[in-house]
């Protein structure tokens, strides 16, 4: 049986650089895949302006895929760097405007049977969320915030960073490859109407 351990981790002080000895790696917008309602095309979920990525999605959409289990989701899936190894880390700044809920708006793809992830931020309420019970921060709302996670694969060992400030730490869930995803996958409970927006999209690895 494994053991789990998460942490909750509050800082005073100055926030910290999480991107200190890691080299960021080259990525186009062109190797960035949008996932969306099979039956639509990416530009009914999907805008890029002014260097902002866009996504939204209703809960009464379709799924990736028809006849898929999943639901609902617009987001961007960063297919150009699948990893099986390593430290990696992924950096962006996400906004969620209030009344989006119940809703994954990052996640680290990959995970041991019968799970898919290693790793989820969602929003419920206002408050970001690690999946659906350890709140990270309470009120996330109407405002631009930077987000990094940083997954050391073979340690299976996940930190979460929010304005630079370190907020979670928790072990991962195993599985023999992963990626980083953005945008909105509804949940349980999710609200009618689900939004999140993205600029500054980085992938960075730790340097040898």
């Known amino acids: 049986m494994t053991t789990r351990t998460a942490y909750v981790v509050t800082i005073i002080g100055w926030p910290s650089d999480p991107t200190a ?8 917008q062109s190797n ?9 095309p990416v530009s009914a979920r999907h805008s890029f302006v002014d260097g902002v990525h866009k996504l939204w999605v ?16 617009s987001e961007i899936f960063l297919n150009q760097y699948i990893y099986y ?14 009344g989006t809920s119940g809703v994954c708006i990052t ?3 990959g995970a041991q049977f019968p799970r898919n992830t290693t790793l989820m931020l969602r929003v419920y309420n206002g408050s970001l969320y690690y ?18 996670i940083i997954h050391d694969v073979a340690a299976s060992n996940l930190k979460v960073y929010i ?15 992963h990626y980083f995803k953005c945008g909105v996958y509804a949940q349980g409970n999710a609200s009618y109407y ?3 927006r993205w600029k500054g999209i980085r992938v960075l690895k730790k340097v040898d």
Not at 32 to 40: A, E, G, T, V
Not at 85 to 98: M, N, T
């Open 58 to 73: 209703y809960s009464t959409d379709h799924p990736l895929s028809k006849g898929s289990p999943t639901r609902p989701r």
């Open 194 to 196: 689900m939004e999140s």
């Open 131 to 148: 999946y659906h019970d350890t709140v990270l921060v309470p009120n996330i709302y109407d405002r631009w915030f930077r987000v990094n």
């Open 107 to 109: 996640q680290v793809f």
């Open 85 to 98: 190894s390593g430290v990696w880390q992924f950096e962006a700044h996400g906004y969620v405007p209030c």
């Open 32 to 40: 960035l895949h949008i996932q969306k309602p099979y039956d639509l």
């Open 163 to 177: 304005d630079g400030e370190f907020k979670f730490e928790t072990n991962g869930y195993g599985g023999t490859f």
């Open 21 to 28: 000895g890691f080299e960021e790696l080259p990525l186009n």
